[in-house]
T-cell receptor
Framework: AQSVTQLGSHVSVSEGALVLLRCNYSSSVPPYLFWYVQYPNQGLQLLLKYTSAATLVKGINGFEAEFKKSETSFHLTKPSAHMSDAAEYFCAVSDGSGGYQKVTFGTGTKLQVIP | EAQVTQNPRYLITVTGKKLTVTCSQNMNHEYMSWYRQDPGLGLRQIYYSMNVEVTDKGDVPEGYKVSRKEKRNFPLILESPSPNQTSLYFC????????????FGNGTRLTVT
């Protein structure tokens, strides 16, 4: 069974500081990994996805994530936080083994950006 | 515009009164799914559908029903809602394939009193 662990349910950073949101996964097969962002009163939107083409994945709004197989991690980073980055972020793993499509989400990390 | 549309956005009901939350997508996606979001628990899958007339249970299916009679629609039915079903619900769709990202609706906030 696959699972996703996001360390830190709340993260606070100052505007302009580095953003680092952690995600570790477990999967019995090579994983497809995603980061989604949820702004207040909205649904989730895709931020970026890893599909084995490259270990460093660039997404929207200046975010990127690095896939590290040896650490089973897919941490999300952004060099300089903006106020507009305040949102909740979800890491997800997708597994198609067994003939069905299963997406498992982490419990989410709320990012607060302090002016 | 490609989108997943859920209705209603907000719903307050009483225990035992049957309700339906509608979900429609205009992207010709085969895969559709329902999730509930609760604080500290993330998103948990209720039911999913790989195509018309093909549905299956997710992680938390108790108390819910779904149907997939048309490709674009995937309604969620609560035949006898209970207070523990108070939650934020999301419908999502995608192409079939594990690297296909999900497209989400804007959510339905359900309160059962």
């Amino acid at each position: 069974a696959q699972s996703v662990t996001q360390l830190g349910s709340h993260v606070s950073v100052s505007e302009g500081a580095l953003v680092l949101l952690r995600c570790n996964y477990s999967s019995s097969v090579p994983p497809y990994l995603f980061w989604y962002v949820q702004y207040p009163n909205q649904g989730l939107q895709l931020l970026l996805k890893y599909t084995s083409a490259a270990t460093l994945v660039k997404g929207i709004n200046g975010f990127e994530a690095e896939f590290k197989k040896s650490e089973t991690s897919f941490h999300l980073t952004k060099p300089s936080a903006h106020m507009s980055d305040a949102a909740e972020y979800f890491c997800a793993v997708s597994d198609g083994s067994g003939g069905y499509q299963k997406v498992t989400f982490g419990t989410g990390t709320k990012l607060q950006v302090i002016p | 515009e490609a989108q997943v549309t859920q209705n209603p956005r907000y719903l307050i009901t009483v225990t035992g009164k049957k309700l339906t939350v509608t979900c429609s997508q205009n992207m010709n996606h085969e895969y559709m799914s329902w999730y509930r979001q609760d604080p500290g628990l993330g998103l948990r899958q209720i039911y999913y559908s790989m195509n018309v007339e093909v549905t299956d249970k997710g992680d938390v299916p108790e108390g819910y029903k779904v149907s997939r009679k048309e490709k674009r629609n995937f309604p969620l039915i609560l035949e006898s809602p209970s207070p523990n079903q108070t939650s934020l619900y999301f419908c999502a769709s995608s192409l079939v394939g594990t690297n296909s990202p999900l497209h989400f609706g804007n959510g339905t906030r359900l309160t059962v009193t």
